[in-house]
Protein backbone atom coordinates (compact mmCIF):
# COMPACT_ATOMS: atom_id res chain seq x y z
CA UNK A 1 0.00 0.00 0.00
CA UNK A 2 1.10 3.44 -0.18
CA UNK A 3 1.81 6.20 2.32
CA UNK A 4 1.29 9.98 1.07
CA UNK A 5 5.11 10.43 0.40
CA UNK A 6 4.39 7.85 -2.37
CA UNK A 7 6.58 5.19 -1.44
CA UNK A 8 4.96 1.16 -0.26
CA UNK A 9 5.75 0.15 3.21
CA UNK A 10 6.59 -2.97 4.31
CA UNK A 11 6.24 -4.25 7.77
CA UNK A 12 5.61 -7.92 7.73
CA UNK A 13 7.88 -10.85 9.19
CA UNK A 14 7.42 -12.64 6.09
CA UNK A 15 9.85 -10.05 4.95
CA UNK A 16 12.76 -11.73 7.20
CA UNK A 17 14.40 -15.03 7.79
CA UNK A 18 16.75 -17.03 4.90
CA UNK A 19 15.14 -18.39 1.41
CA UNK A 20 14.01 -21.88 1.29
CA UNK A 21 12.21 -24.16 3.06
CA UNK A 22 10.75 -22.61 6.35
CA UNK A 23 12.15 -18.98 5.02
CA UNK A 24 10.74 -16.08 3.27
CA UNK A 25 10.08 -18.03 -0.06
CA UNK A 26 7.82 -20.30 1.73
CA UNK A 27 5.46 -17.64 3.62
CA UNK A 28 5.12 -15.87 0.50
CA UNK A 29 4.38 -19.18 -1.12
CA UNK A 30 1.39 -19.25 1.54
CA UNK A 31 0.39 -15.74 1.47
CA UNK A 32 -0.45 -16.31 -2.10
CA UNK A 33 -2.76 -19.08 -1.35
CA UNK A 34 -3.88 -16.93 1.16
CA UNK A 35 -4.82 -14.40 -1.14
CA UNK A 36 -5.82 -16.83 -3.65
CA UNK A 37 -8.89 -18.15 -1.28
CA UNK A 38 -9.39 -15.05 -0.46
CA UNK A 39 -10.24 -14.29 -4.30
CA UNK A 40 -12.50 -17.52 -4.36
CA UNK A 41 -14.43 -16.25 -1.72
CA UNK A 42 -15.56 -13.18 -3.03
CA UNK A 43 -16.25 -14.04 -6.11
CA UNK A 44 -18.81 -17.16 -4.63
CA UNK A 45 -20.60 -14.07 -2.73
CA UNK A 46 -21.27 -12.96 -6.27
CA UNK A 47 -22.33 -15.95 -8.06
CA UNK A 48 -24.70 -17.07 -4.72
CA UNK A 49 -26.42 -13.06 -4.91
CA UNK A 50 -26.90 -13.65 -8.80
CA UNK A 51 -28.58 -16.99 -8.43
CA UNK A 52 -31.19 -15.63 -6.37
CA UNK A 53 -31.93 -12.58 -8.38
CA UNK A 54 -35.42 -13.99 -9.43
CA UNK A 55 -36.25 -14.94 -5.73
CA UNK A 56 -35.67 -11.44 -4.94
CA UNK A 57 -37.89 -9.61 -7.55
CA UNK A 58 -40.42 -11.48 -6.76
CA UNK A 59 -39.94 -11.25 -3.07
CA UNK A 60 -39.95 -7.67 -3.38
CA UNK A 61 -42.61 -7.44 -6.12
CA UNK A 62 -40.67 -5.58 -8.66
CA UNK A 63 -41.14 -5.02 -12.39
CA UNK A 64 -38.83 -5.48 -14.92
CA UNK A 65 -37.52 -1.68 -14.79
CA UNK A 66 -37.73 -1.19 -11.25
CA UNK A 67 -35.37 -4.65 -11.06
CA UNK A 68 -32.73 -2.94 -13.33
CA UNK A 69 -32.62 0.57 -11.40
CA UNK A 70 -32.11 -1.39 -8.00
CA UNK A 71 -29.41 -3.95 -9.82
CA UNK A 72 -27.81 -0.15 -10.81
CA UNK A 73 -27.27 0.57 -7.03
CA UNK A 74 -24.10 -2.04 -6.19
CA UNK A 75 -21.92 -0.25 -9.03
CA UNK A 76 -22.86 3.17 -7.48
CA UNK A 77 -22.10 1.81 -3.90
CA UNK A 78 -18.75 0.29 -5.19
CA UNK A 79 -17.81 3.50 -7.46
CA UNK A 80 -18.24 5.62 -4.11
CA UNK A 81 -16.25 3.46 -1.60
CA UNK A 82 -13.56 2.62 -3.45
CA UNK A 83 -11.25 5.00 -2.56
CA UNK A 84 -11.75 4.92 0.64
CA UNK A 85 -10.00 1.59 0.70
CA UNK A 86 -6.46 3.20 0.74
CA UNK A 87 -7.22 4.99 3.81
CA UNK A 88 -8.13 2.09 5.49
CA UNK A 89 -5.61 -0.01 4.76
CA UNK A 90 -3.12 3.07 5.87
CA UNK A 91 -5.03 3.37 9.47
CA UNK A 92 -5.67 -0.61 9.88
CA UNK A 93 -3.05 -2.30 7.64
CA UNK A 94 -3.96 -4.46 4.87
CA UNK A 95 -4.49 -7.53 6.59
CA UNK A 96 -6.94 -5.85 9.42
CA UNK A 97 -8.32 -3.98 6.44
CA UNK A 98 -9.18 -6.82 4.46
CA UNK A 99 -10.59 -9.19 7.26
CA UNK A 100 -13.05 -6.59 7.91
CA UNK A 101 -14.07 -5.31 4.87
CA UNK A 102 -14.33 -8.57 3.26
CA UNK A 103 -16.20 -9.80 6.41
CA UNK A 104 -18.26 -6.97 5.82
CA UNK A 105 -18.94 -7.79 2.29
CA UNK A 106 -19.82 -11.51 2.91
CA UNK A 107 -22.42 -10.44 5.52
CA UNK A 108 -23.81 -8.01 3.23
CA UNK A 109 -24.93 -11.15 0.54
CA UNK A 110 -27.91 -11.27 3.03
CA UNK A 111 -29.37 -7.97 3.01
CA UNK A 112 -30.87 -8.16 -0.45
CA UNK A 113 -32.93 -10.95 0.30
CA UNK A 114 -34.41 -9.06 3.39
CA UNK A 115 -35.94 -6.36 1.50
CA UNK A 116 -39.13 -5.90 1.19
CA UNK A 117 -39.69 -3.25 -1.83
CA UNK A 118 -37.50 -1.14 -3.56
CA UNK A 119 -36.25 1.45 -1.83
CA UNK A 120 -34.48 -1.03 1.00
CA UNK A 121 -33.39 -3.04 -1.87
CA UNK A 122 -31.75 -0.21 -3.42
CA UNK A 123 -29.82 0.76 -0.01
CA UNK A 124 -28.87 -3.01 0.35
CA UNK A 125 -27.44 -3.02 -2.90
CA UNK A 126 -25.78 -0.09 -2.48
CA UNK A 127 -24.47 -1.75 0.79
CA UNK A 128 -23.40 -4.61 -0.92
CA UNK A 129 -21.69 -2.66 -3.46
CA UNK A 130 -20.02 -0.27 -1.67
CA UNK A 131 -18.47 -3.49 0.37
CA UNK A 132 -17.49 -5.44 -3.02
CA UNK A 133 -15.68 -2.41 -4.74
CA UNK A 134 -13.81 -1.71 -1.33
CA UNK A 135 -12.87 -5.43 -0.42
CA UNK A 136 -12.28 -5.60 -3.82
CA UNK A 137 -8.78 -2.72 -4.17
CA UNK A 138 -8.02 -4.43 -1.06
CA UNK A 139 -7.59 -7.67 -2.27
CA UNK A 140 -6.19 -6.74 -5.78
CA UNK A 141 -3.33 -5.09 -4.10
CA UNK A 142 -2.52 -7.46 -1.58
CA UNK A 143 -2.39 -9.41 -4.93
CA UNK A 144 0.00 -7.15 -6.71
CA UNK A 145 2.31 -6.86 -3.40
CA UNK A 146 2.73 -10.83 -3.71
CA UNK A 147 3.34 -10.53 -6.95
CA UNK A 148 5.84 -7.77 -6.66
CA UNK A 149 7.55 -10.18 -3.96
CA UNK A 150 7.52 -13.32 -5.77
CA UNK A 151 8.83 -11.47 -9.11
CA UNK A 152 6.56 -13.40 -11.14
CA UNK A 153 2.69 -13.03 -12.59
CA UNK A 154 0.48 -14.35 -10.47
CA UNK A 155 -2.94 -11.63 -10.93
CA UNK A 156 -4.22 -13.86 -13.88
CA UNK A 157 -4.17 -17.12 -11.16
CA UNK A 158 -5.90 -15.03 -8.73
CA UNK A 159 -8.58 -13.43 -10.86
CA UNK A 160 -8.58 -17.17 -11.76
CA UNK A 161 -9.67 -18.45 -8.12
CA UNK A 162 -12.71 -15.33 -8.49
CA UNK A 163 -13.81 -16.90 -11.29
CA UNK A 164 -13.95 -20.40 -9.56
CA UNK A 165 -15.70 -19.22 -6.53
CA UNK A 166 -18.06 -17.56 -8.63
CA UNK A 167 -18.91 -20.71 -10.30
CA UNK A 168 -19.54 -22.55 -7.26
CA UNK A 169 -21.75 -20.15 -5.32
CA UNK A 170 -23.81 -20.06 -9.08
CA UNK A 171 -24.20 -24.12 -8.79
CA UNK A 172 -24.62 -24.14 -4.85
CA UNK A 173 -27.02 -21.05 -5.13
CA UNK A 174 -28.97 -23.23 -8.34
CA UNK A 175 -28.95 -25.95 -6.74
CA UNK A 176 -31.12 -23.93 -3.47
CA UNK A 177 -32.79 -22.70 -6.09
CA UNK A 178 -33.94 -25.56 -8.00
CA UNK A 179 -35.06 -26.95 -4.38
CA UNK A 180 -37.35 -24.08 -3.39
CA UNK A 181 -35.43 -22.95 -0.60
CA UNK A 182 -36.59 -19.50 0.43
CA UNK A 183 -33.07 -17.31 -0.14
CA UNK A 184 -33.14 -15.65 2.92
CA UNK A 185 -32.33 -19.40 4.25
CA UNK A 186 -29.88 -20.13 1.30
CA UNK A 187 -27.93 -16.33 1.44
CA UNK A 188 -27.88 -16.55 5.04
CA UNK A 189 -26.17 -19.84 5.46
CA UNK A 190 -23.94 -18.97 2.50
CA UNK A 191 -23.15 -15.31 4.18
CA UNK A 192 -22.26 -17.78 7.65
CA UNK A 193 -20.03 -19.72 6.05
CA UNK A 194 -18.37 -17.50 3.49
CA UNK A 195 -17.28 -15.18 6.49
CA UNK A 196 -15.53 -17.94 8.32
CA UNK A 197 -14.05 -19.06 5.56
CA UNK A 198 -12.86 -15.74 4.54
CA UNK A 199 -11.72 -14.46 7.94
CA UNK A 200 -9.44 -17.53 8.24
CA UNK A 201 -7.65 -16.90 4.53
CA UNK A 202 -7.40 -13.57 5.74
CA UNK A 203 -4.97 -15.11 8.27
CA UNK A 204 -2.27 -16.15 6.03
CA UNK A 205 -2.21 -12.41 4.18
CA UNK A 206 0.73 -10.55 3.83
CA UNK A 207 0.18 -7.01 6.59
CA UNK A 208 1.44 -3.89 5.18
CA UNK A 209 1.33 -1.08 7.13
CA UNK A 210 2.60 2.05 6.74
CA UNK A 211 4.72 3.94 8.95
CA UNK A 212 3.71 6.31 11.78
CA UNK A 213 5.44 9.33 10.08
CA UNK A 214 3.07 8.42 7.01
CA UNK A 215 -0.18 10.95 6.54
CA UNK A 216 -2.75 9.00 5.04
CA UNK A 217 -4.00 9.03 1.33
CA UNK A 218 -7.08 11.33 0.67
CA UNK A 219 -10.45 10.02 1.85
CA UNK A 220 -11.68 10.99 -2.14
CA UNK A 221 -9.38 11.89 -5.01
CA UNK A 222 -9.35 11.58 -9.22
CA UNK A 223 -7.18 8.68 -9.66
CA UNK A 224 -3.97 9.75 -11.67
CA UNK A 225 -4.14 10.14 -15.47
CA UNK A 226 -1.89 6.57 -16.26
CA UNK A 227 -4.98 4.68 -14.75
CA UNK A 228 -7.36 6.47 -16.02
CA UNK A 229 -5.29 5.27 -19.80
CA UNK A 230 -4.96 1.61 -18.44
CA UNK A 231 -8.33 1.86 -17.17
CA UNK A 232 -9.62 1.95 -20.67
CA UNK A 233 -7.94 -0.88 -21.33
CA UNK A 234 -9.82 -2.88 -18.86
CA UNK A 235 -13.08 -1.05 -20.09
CA UNK A 236 -13.32 -2.62 -23.67
CA UNK A 237 -12.34 -6.11 -22.00
CA UNK A 238 -15.32 -5.58 -19.03
CA UNK A 239 -17.72 -4.36 -21.53
CA UNK A 240 -17.53 -7.35 -23.54
CA UNK A 241 -17.34 -9.94 -20.63
CA UNK A 242 -20.73 -8.24 -19.08
CA UNK A 243 -22.18 -8.15 -22.69
CA UNK A 244 -21.47 -11.19 -23.50
CA UNK A 245 -22.47 -12.75 -20.12
CA UNK A 246 -25.92 -11.42 -20.00
CA UNK A 247 -26.78 -11.07 -23.80
CA UNK A 248 -24.94 -14.90 -24.93
CA UNK A 249 -27.93 -16.76 -24.31
CA UNK A 250 -30.41 -14.32 -25.84
CA UNK A 251 -28.38 -14.15 -28.88
CA UNK A 252 -28.86 -17.80 -29.73
CA UNK A 253 -32.17 -18.12 -28.70
CA UNK A 254 -33.29 -14.89 -30.82
CA UNK A 255 -31.38 -14.36 -33.67
CA UNK A 256 -29.91 -18.17 -34.41
CA UNK A 257 -33.36 -19.96 -33.53
CA UNK A 258 -31.94 -22.26 -30.55
CA UNK A 259 -33.84 -24.16 -27.84
CA UNK A 260 -33.21 -22.71 -24.24
CA UNK A 261 -30.70 -24.99 -23.36
CA UNK A 262 -28.46 -24.81 -26.27
CA UNK A 263 -28.58 -20.45 -25.60
CA UNK A 264 -28.28 -21.37 -21.65
CA UNK A 265 -25.06 -23.46 -22.48
CA UNK A 266 -23.39 -20.17 -24.41
CA UNK A 267 -23.12 -18.54 -21.03
CA UNK A 268 -21.75 -21.63 -18.98
CA UNK A 269 -19.12 -21.87 -21.75
CA UNK A 270 -18.06 -18.17 -21.84
CA UNK A 271 -17.47 -18.54 -18.08
CA UNK A 272 -15.46 -21.37 -18.41
CA UNK A 273 -13.52 -20.91 -20.86
CA UNK A 274 -12.87 -17.36 -18.78
CA UNK A 275 -11.79 -19.53 -16.03
CA UNK A 276 -9.45 -22.00 -17.74
CA UNK A 277 -7.93 -18.90 -19.74
CA UNK A 278 -7.20 -16.76 -16.13
CA UNK A 279 -5.77 -20.15 -14.58
CA UNK A 280 -3.48 -20.06 -17.58
CA UNK A 281 -2.94 -16.79 -18.27
CA UNK A 282 0.24 -16.40 -15.83
CA UNK A 283 2.44 -18.54 -17.32
CA UNK A 284 1.41 -16.73 -20.49
CA UNK A 285 2.60 -13.81 -19.10
CA UNK A 286 5.93 -14.67 -17.87
CA UNK A 287 6.70 -15.82 -21.13
CA UNK A 288 5.18 -13.27 -23.55
CA UNK A 289 4.55 -10.51 -21.22
CA UNK A 290 1.52 -8.19 -20.56
CA UNK A 291 1.59 -6.49 -23.91
CA UNK A 292 1.94 -9.33 -26.19
CA UNK A 293 -0.71 -11.05 -23.75
CA UNK A 294 -3.35 -8.64 -24.31
CA UNK A 295 -2.81 -7.81 -27.66
CA UNK A 296 -2.90 -11.41 -28.66
CA UNK A 297 -6.23 -11.65 -26.58
CA UNK A 298 -7.51 -9.25 -28.24
CA UNK A 299 -6.95 -10.63 -31.33
CA UNK A 300 -8.57 -13.78 -30.19
CA UNK A 301 -11.62 -11.39 -28.74
CA UNK A 302 -12.32 -9.86 -31.90
CA UNK A 303 -12.58 -12.48 -34.04
CA UNK A 304 -14.69 -14.55 -31.75
CA UNK A 305 -16.84 -11.29 -32.01
CA UNK A 306 -16.93 -11.15 -35.63
CA UNK A 307 -17.64 -15.17 -35.42
CA UNK A 308 -20.89 -14.27 -33.31
CA UNK A 309 -21.65 -11.22 -35.76
CA UNK A 310 -21.30 -13.93 -38.61
CA UNK A 311 -22.48 -17.12 -37.56
CA UNK A 312 -24.55 -19.16 -39.80
CA UNK A 313 -25.70 -21.71 -36.83
CA UNK A 314 -25.59 -22.01 -32.80
CA UNK A 315 -22.13 -24.33 -32.98
CA UNK A 316 -20.33 -21.25 -34.60
CA UNK A 317 -21.31 -18.64 -32.21
CA UNK A 318 -20.77 -20.91 -29.14
CA UNK A 319 -16.69 -21.10 -30.52
CA UNK A 320 -17.42 -17.15 -30.93
CA UNK A 321 -18.18 -16.52 -27.86
CA UNK A 322 -15.66 -18.89 -26.41
CA UNK A 323 -13.26 -17.30 -28.17
CA UNK A 324 -14.49 -14.11 -26.95
CA UNK A 325 -14.09 -15.18 -23.18
CA UNK A 326 -10.18 -17.11 -23.76
CA UNK A 327 -9.64 -12.96 -25.43
CA UNK A 328 -10.51 -10.65 -22.59
CA UNK A 329 -9.81 -13.33 -19.52
CA UNK A 330 -6.30 -12.03 -18.62
CA UNK A 331 -7.23 -8.32 -19.54
CA UNK A 332 -8.26 -7.14 -16.16
CA UNK A 333 -6.10 -8.97 -13.59
CA UNK A 334 -2.95 -7.09 -15.89
CA UNK A 335 -4.88 -3.96 -15.81
CA UNK A 336 -4.99 -4.05 -11.74
CA UNK A 337 -1.29 -4.80 -11.75
CA UNK A 338 -0.09 -2.08 -14.17
CA UNK A 339 -2.46 0.29 -12.15
CA UNK A 340 -0.61 -0.46 -9.31
CA UNK A 341 2.86 -0.05 -10.73
CA UNK A 342 1.93 3.15 -12.24
CA UNK A 343 2.16 5.70 -10.08
CA UNK A 344 3.38 6.16 -6.50
CA UNK A 345 -0.39 5.51 -4.34
CA UNK A 346 -1.07 1.70 -5.57
CA UNK A 347 -4.74 1.64 -3.78
CA UNK A 348 -5.62 4.53 -5.61
CA UNK A 349 -4.60 3.70 -8.81
CA UNK A 350 -6.29 0.44 -8.27
CA UNK A 351 -9.31 1.94 -7.18
CA UNK A 352 -9.50 4.53 -10.42
CA UNK A 353 -9.29 1.16 -12.84
CA UNK A 354 -11.64 -0.81 -10.54
CA UNK A 355 -13.90 2.22 -11.10
CA UNK A 356 -13.74 2.37 -14.55
CA UNK A 357 -14.23 -1.22 -14.72
CA UNK A 358 -17.51 -1.41 -12.54
CA UNK A 359 -18.99 1.56 -14.43
CA UNK A 360 -18.31 -0.62 -18.24
CA UNK A 361 -19.94 -3.75 -16.39
CA UNK A 362 -22.64 -1.06 -15.11
CA UNK A 363 -23.74 0.25 -18.27
CA UNK A 364 -22.57 -2.79 -20.79
CA UNK A 365 -26.02 -4.54 -20.23
CA UNK A 366 -28.41 -1.77 -21.01
CA UNK A 367 -26.29 -0.26 -23.59
CA UNK A 368 -26.83 -3.61 -25.74
CA UNK A 369 -30.15 -3.76 -24.96
CA UNK A 370 -30.31 0.23 -26.57
CA UNK A 371 -28.79 -0.63 -29.41
CA UNK A 372 -30.60 -3.41 -30.48
CA UNK A 373 -33.87 -2.14 -29.59
CA UNK A 374 -33.23 0.63 -32.24
CA UNK A 375 -31.20 -2.08 -34.62
CA UNK A 376 -30.71 -5.48 -33.72
CA UNK A 377 -28.61 -7.77 -31.41
CA UNK A 378 -26.07 -8.57 -34.25
CA UNK A 379 -25.53 -4.47 -34.76
CA UNK A 380 -24.93 -4.70 -30.55
CA UNK A 381 -22.41 -7.85 -30.87
CA UNK A 382 -20.16 -5.65 -33.44
CA UNK A 383 -20.48 -2.88 -31.16
CA UNK A 384 -18.72 -5.92 -28.82
CA UNK A 385 -16.06 -6.73 -31.73
CA UNK A 386 -15.08 -2.86 -32.28
CA UNK A 387 -14.27 -2.85 -28.48
CA UNK A 388 -12.23 -5.79 -28.26
CA UNK A 389 -10.09 -4.70 -31.41
CA UNK A 390 -9.86 -1.88 -29.24
CA UNK A 391 -7.71 -3.96 -27.04
CA UNK A 392 -5.42 -4.63 -29.89
CA UNK A 393 -4.46 -0.80 -30.07
CA UNK A 394 -4.67 0.09 -26.54
CA UNK A 395 -2.26 -2.93 -24.82
CA UNK A 396 0.66 -0.60 -25.22
CA UNK A 397 -0.32 1.95 -22.66
CA UNK A 398 0.58 -1.62 -20.23
CA UNK A 399 4.12 -1.83 -21.08
CA UNK A 400 5.65 1.61 -19.05
CA UNK A 401 3.86 -0.19 -15.45
CA UNK A 402 4.66 -3.82 -16.15
CA UNK A 403 8.26 -4.29 -15.40
CA UNK A 404 8.58 -5.98 -11.65
CA UNK A 405 11.33 -5.12 -9.39
CA UNK A 406 14.24 -7.05 -10.35
CA UNK A 407 15.64 -7.74 -6.69
CA UNK A 408 13.82 -7.30 -3.65
CA UNK A 409 14.37 -4.74 -0.60
CA UNK A 410 16.06 -6.54 2.04
CA UNK A 411 15.28 -5.57 5.54
CA UNK A 412 18.30 -4.72 7.97
CA UNK A 413 18.03 -5.16 11.48
CA UNK A 414 14.13 -5.92 11.02
CA UNK A 415 13.82 -2.50 9.83
CA UNK A 416 10.74 -2.22 7.30
CA UNK A 417 11.52 -2.33 3.46
CA UNK A 418 10.44 -0.18 1.60
CA UNK A 419 9.82 -0.38 -2.05
CA UNK A 420 9.63 2.46 -4.15
CA UNK A 421 8.55 1.53 -7.73
CA UNK A 422 9.19 -0.60 -10.70
CA UNK A 423 12.60 -1.25 -11.45
CA UNK A 424 13.77 1.45 -13.89
CA UNK A 425 15.54 -0.70 -16.66
Same mark, same amino acid.
Given at each position: MAGANGADTVNDPGDVGPRGPGGRDDRLRRARLAVAAVFAVHGAVTGSFATRVPWIQDHAGLTAGQLGLALAFPAIGASVAMPLAGRISHRFGSRNALRGLLALWTASLVLPALSPGLLTLCAALF???????????????????????????????????????????????????????????????????????????????????????????????????????????????????AASLD?????????????????????????????????????????????????? &??? %??? !? *?? $?? =? /?????? +? @? #??? &??? %??? !? *?? $?? =? /?????? +? @? #??? &?PAPSQSIAGVATITYTSGLIAPSAIG??????????????????AFGLVLGAGVLRSASATPKTAPVPVDGAPARISGPDPR
Amino acid at each position: MAGANGADTVNDPGDVGPRGPGGRDDRLRRARLAVAAVFAVHGAVTGSFATRVPWIQDHAGLTAGQLGLALAFPAIGASVAMPLAGRISHRFGSRNALRGLLALWTASLVLPALSPGLLTLCAALFCYGATAGMSDVAMNALGVEVERRLHRSVMSGLHGMWSAGALLGSAAGTLAATAGTDARVHLGLAAVVLTALGTLACQGVLDVRSTPDEHPPPRFTLPPRSALVIGAVGFCAVFAEAASLDWSAVYLRDVLGTSAGVAAASTTAFACTMAVARFAGDAVVERFGPVRTVRA &GGV %LAT !L *GG $AL =V /VTAPGP +A @A #ALG &GFG %LLG !L *GI $AV =V /VPLAFA +A @A #ARS &GPAPSQSIAGVATITYTSGLIAPSAIGSVAEVSSLTVSFGLVTLLAFGLVLGAGVLRSASATPKTAPVPVDGAPARISGPDPR
